[in-house]
């Protein structure tokens, strides 16, 4: 990460699409300062941004910002750098600049956000801690990822530090000031067990409404996938799984019982057939295809079939990490629907894609 990263992030009307725009167009922050004003015109900025970029207005702040980071023990990475998180680096709403204190090393791994209701219930509190006692054994290493608020999301760091995982929290505002500041302390238990508090806020950032939206986002986009514990109808934990199923990442939701209210948000989604139904550990790691042998349980590991000619033709109009709609594959392959629905069902049961909502489906 260079002063240019971070001078780049404080321009005023530059938000997270623009600059990562403009990161796609020249490839590097430093780039974009050695454009011409007129460069960056043609490129689609505003004249009085572009201006304030060629005159690197932004710049003596971002030293104060670096001086700040290296006096509270602070990180920074950008996007391009190696321990910048790569599911987030994905997304066009990415942060080009993350804060962070612990070890970002713990997003390189397997990663599963839980998030839900502050008021979560006994039930809601209970299944977090039993889902992730199973995880833990089923999945070392895994990486929970939460908000750090109360109820579901510090029920499922602490429990992720009660099961030896580590845990990544991400907070609306600035480090190091935690929010909500009664989970000060939980924050540094995190850190000194190998997690990681996230931000994508800057030391003159004040936290506001909309900050709590965009911490949803980085939730959603640094993990594989979503876990709704427990969730009203409408909420911040309904949001995050609005980011992640945009996201094209994998959405599950605990069951709940048809009358409570705190489940009303997680069985809608259940229901819509928009999340996947889980009740126990055992059901993430075979949601989430997350290839790990337990003979405790009877996994075994069998030898894949390969697929025939058809499902090879049809796995080549798939591109890496894209997820591809049902009418497209239909119309690249020159199949109907029902024959391309059996060719998929037989590749999903082999491991070779996975369905998404909306009638979507990605090769694995």
């Known amino acids: 990460m260079t002063i240019d990263d971070i001078a780049l992030t404080l321009h005023s009307g530059l938000g997270a699409i623009s600059v990562a725009r403009l990161i796609n167009y020249f490839g590097s922050a430093s780039e974009v300062y050695a454009a011409s004003e007129n460069t960056l015109v043609e490129a689609g900025l505003k004249r009085n941004i ?39 680096a994905e997304v066009a709403d990415r942060p080009h600049v993350l804060y962070y204190m612990g070890r970002i090393e713990a997003l390189q791994g397997h990663t599963l956000a839980m998030v839900g209701t502050r008021n979560s219930t006994s039930y809601g509190s209970i299944m977090t801690d039993k889902m992730v006692e199973r995880l833990a054994e089923r999945v070392p290493g895994l990486t929970i990822v939460s908000g750090l608020a109360f109820g579901t999301d510090s029920n499922a760091h602490r429990a992720a530090l009660r099961y ?17 500041s009664e989970h000060t302390s939980l924050a540094k238990d995190i850190v000194e067990h190998g997690g990681v508090i996230l931000s994508e806020f800057h030391s003159g950032c004040r936290t506001a409404r909309n900050s709590f939206v965009s911490r949803n986002r980085i939730i959603a986009a640094v993990s594989e996938g979503t876990l ?123 491991g070779a894609v996975r369905r998404l909502p909306g009638d979507c489906y990605i090769k694995l």
């Open 228 to 350: 709704l514990v427990e969730s009203k109808a409408t909420g911040g934990s309904m949001s995050t799984a609005e980011f992640a199923m945009g996201y094209n990442r994998t959405l599950l939701a605990l069951m709940g019982r048809a009358t409570d209210p705190t489940s009303a948000g997680t069985n809608r989604l259940i229901v819509n057939r928009t999340a996947s139904a889980v009740c126990s550990g055992e059901d993430i790691v075979r949601e989430m295809y997350w290839d790990v042998a337990d003979t405790e349980v009877g996994v075994l590991n069998f030898e894949k079939p390969e697929p025939n000619r058809e499902e090879r033709g049809l796995l080549s109009h798939m591109p890496e990490g894209e997820a591809v709609s049902m009418d497209t594959l239909c119309e690249k392959c020159g199949v109907s629907r029902g024959e391309l629905a059996v060719m998929l069902v037989e590749l999903e049961m082999d």
């Open 164 to 180: 030896g995982l580590p845990t990544a929290a991400v907070i609306p505002s600035s480090l190091p000031d935690i929010v909500p």
């Open 50 to 88: 572009a201006h304030s970029i060629a005159l690197r207005e932004t710049h003596s702040r971002a030293e104060t910002e670096i001086l700040y980071l290296n006096q509270r023990g602070l990180g920074a990475v950008a996007v391009g750098d190696e321990l910048y998180p790569r599911l987030l």
